[in-house]
């Protein structure tokens, strides 16, 4: 077995990684804006929202579960059992992912017709669901080499898989596709789905090269089922709530008096402004990546001092980080916009959104940790409950207020949800949370945004929030002696890595 980092020094390799993917993503987001107009990023977000039900309809919460029942092998440190952990979710994943291909190849035109309304993306969704097998194993290895902290490998082939995507897509773009938005719709499945194939056949083959021990065989089946079965019902439920949702937004938004383009308004938000808002999330989806494996292992052990130690250090990381992307879109977003997509209405949704990072980082980090020990059901109703409270919501308000309503929807329900998995993280790990710090925290992002605002130039709106924020983290005592200390212990244990 190759030798592991530690999840410090894993969580920022995959950092970088998730961060040049994500530049290279919106990049690529911006580089399709241009091609095909808000009206074809609406359609594509559209097709894609249909292809992420379809997927986690198949996945049926493997990923995790793969993840997952590693990682208590592992923490066991019984590793010959991992081979038959393996065994079993690539049998459950083949089984659902080619139930739910044949569904999807034979309902494409009744859902190209009446959900999406563009009969010319049938193509597009039965080519989404006959890669769906290949995607849905690509799950299970993902969640195998996370567990066993291979996260350079992981690293490697993701970045691989990108640029294979992007290329395939480019080519069939320039080539084929043109300005047309149903082509260009499967240029992209046929570009994600020829870069998955590819990664399955590498992971695959560097498990086998691995050669790893095989024990007697274990029940596995039932194990499987109990972390899966709650994961894939209530992300099943929560994407059909969510693609629903989606599918709902443009027409209930062409009964709103000053919607004039009801599928470019919706492309605006969920194609331009949404992209920028999470960029750095890559960030906190890398630890919240780790933390979920690393958290089943000490929870297995029977390490409580280490899980109430990576709950407290997680929340208090991710807060300063989460408040410092928000500042910064915040004072920037008509620049960023502008820059990007050359869009100033997208500048003001941006600059409206990007109040809820901190609230929408946290949630992220909170929910990792909370499927990390074992609580999937839980997380499970409070995602069913919070979206479908998001629909009934956006079914009222969006006649009425237009995107408006829609901002006030995604506000609401983002934060009941975060309540919620919050209590039930702070309940499992024990962890008691100083409220004085976060709202320190937050008292300073805003002092700190208030007082840039009035400078004039977008670098020096940075610089002077970043200054502010800080020094005030600083003497108000929320970043102390005790961080600089942990700091200077990661970097002294980093210069002794050979």
Request: with cysteine.
């Amino acid at each position: 077995m190759p030798k592991k980092m530690p999840i410090f020094y894993s969580a920022l390799l995959l950092t970088g990684v998730n961060l040049l993917l994500r530049m290279v993503s919106t990049s690529f987001q911006v580089f399709l804006s241009g091609r095909i107009g808000p009206a074809g990023i609406g359609l594509l977000q559209l097709v894609l929202s249909v292809g992420g039900l379809s997927v986690t309809l198949s996945m049926a919460g493997i990923r995790t579960a793969s993840m997952y029942l590693t990682a208590e092998e592992l923490g066991k440190r019984k590793p010959a059992n991992v081979s038959w952990v393996l065994s079993g979710c690539f049998l459950y994943s083949i089984i659902c992912s080619t139930t739910v291909c044949l569904l999807l190849y034979a309902f494409a035109p009744v859902i190209a017709d009446k959900w999406i309304g563009n009969p010319e993306t049938t193509c597009a969704i039965r080519l989404y669901g006959s890669f769906l097998p290949v995607t849905c194993l690509c799950g299970v290895m993902i969640g195998y080499f996370t567990a066993a902290n291979r996260i350079s490998t992981l690293a490697a082939v993701e970045i691989a898989e990108q640029g294979l995507y992007m290329s395939v897509t480019m080519v069939m773009l320039w080539l084929w596709a043109g300005s047309d938005p149903a082509k260009a719709c499967l240029s992209v499945v046929l570009g994600a789905g020829i870069s998955s194939c590819m990664t399955l056949c590498v992971l695959v083959w560097l498990r086998i090269r691995e050669k790893p021990p095989v024990g007697a065989r274990i029940p596995v089946h039932k194990r499987l089922l109990h972390c899966a079965a709650p994961l894939g019902l209530g992300d099943t439920l929560k994407a059909g709530i969510s693609t629903t949702e989606n599918l709902m937004v443009p027409k209930r938004l062409r009964l709103y008096a000053a919607a004039s383009d009801p599928l470019a308004a919706f492309g605006l938000v969920c194609g331009m402004v949404f992209p920028i808002m999470m960029f750095p999330a890559a960030i906190v989806y890398a630890l919240a990546e780790l933390l979920i494996p690393e958290l089943a292992r000490c929870a297995a052990a029977g390490s409580q001092n280490r899980v109430r130690y990576l709950v407290r250090k997680s929340l208090h990381v991710v807060l300063i980080f989460s408040c410092l992307c928000c500042g910064i879109e915040y004072l920037l977003s008509h620049e960023l916009s502008r820059w990007l997509y050359k869009n100033t209405e997208a500048g003001a949704y941006l600059k409206l959104y990007a109040l809820m990072i901190p609230m929408l980082y946290w949630d992220a980090i909170t929910d990792a940790m909370t499927k990390g020990l074992g609580q999937q059901a839980a997380c499970v109703r409070y995602n069913i409950f919070s979206s479908a409270m998001d629909v009934a919501l956006l079914f009222v308000l969006l006649p009425k207020y237009g995107m408006g309503g829609y901002y006030v929807s995604f506000l609401l329900t983002h934060l009941i949800n975060f309540l919620l998995s919050l209590r039930r993280l702070l309940i499992t790990s024990g962890v008691r949370i100083r409220w004085a710090e976060p709202i320190l925290t937050l008292s300073c992002a805003g002092i700190g945004i208030l007082g840039a605002s009035a400078i004039r130039f977008p670098i020096y709106k940075a610089i002077v929030f970043l200054g502010l924020f800080v020094s005030l983290l600083v003497l108000t005592g929320v970043v102390g002696k005790r961080d600089i200390v942990w700091i200077k212990g990661l970097i002294q244990k980093k210069s002794g890595v050979q």
